[in-house]
């Protein structure tokens, strides 16, 4: 089984590094993803080869993407990992929370920020600012358009 693993592994590296991804975070990655129960971050450390702290640095990216558990277990002092195998669910929880908490700000503050300044705006560099501005709000309303099929397609999934 340790080949299927290493072969995870070479297929996701691949992968990681046409998206400007270090090796470090694709092998924690596969390690996590493809290993069925919770794993002490020590025995980790072990499998992949790196040290606790690089691999502590890696994993609050995950962590913030919703994709990782942290916890203790009673009469422990180690701390496990598990990663969450639903994809479709991790990918929607952060699209959503994302699309949540932007969009709403930006659909309010960019038409207020745009009208305050407008009739301001005396120097061709200035209006072309403005202009700049317009047009990432139109840009803003079509990304929440798109991201409200997305939604659904992964409410269907």
Known sequence: MKELEKEFNDI?????QSMGQDDITATIFTTLYIEPEDIAMDELAKKTGYSLASISNKIKLFESMGMLMRKKKPGS?????????DMIKVIKKTLLAKENR????LKEKLPELVKKYKDKAKTERDKKKIKIIEDYNVQVIKIEKIMQKIRKEFEEA
């Open 77 to 85: 002092k180690k701390i496990y990992l598990y990663m969450e195998k």
């Open 102 to 105: 932007g969009m709403e700000v």
């Open 12 to 16: 996701y590296r691949q992968i990681g």
